[in-house]
């Protein structure tokens, strides 16, 4: 016999769902890997390489870009020879980092509970 469908009893998300929206920011791939190496401060585009060994340069050059254009983080092309990219987080990309710290906190107590 079929169980009977609860209703769901939470609030409606406003829409459009800001919740989708902000996590469609955090959840392409490596792009929280990105904030939080940038968290610290800004980074050359071969440092988050090191940051992030698994991720490809075209991977990281998208993400990079995406993160741009969404305002969470910024270019800046240093007056070097040749010149360097240093990217860092926006005020808004800030705003991310405890909700990414957050997450990680969970994170850790959800291992020590699969490793207990």
Known sequence: MPLKVRKNKSPSPPPPCMLTHCMA???????ANVIWSLRAGPRRFNELRTDI???SAKVLSTRLTELEQRGV??????????????????????ELVPALEAIVEVGHRLKMRDDG
């Open 25 to 31: 920011v955090i959840s392409g791939a490596w792009a």
């Open 53 to 55: 060994p698994p991720i």
């Open 73 to 94: 983080l910024s270019r800046n092309v240093q007056p070097t020879s040749p010149p360097s990219v240093e990217y860092a987080l926006t005020d808004l990309g800030g």
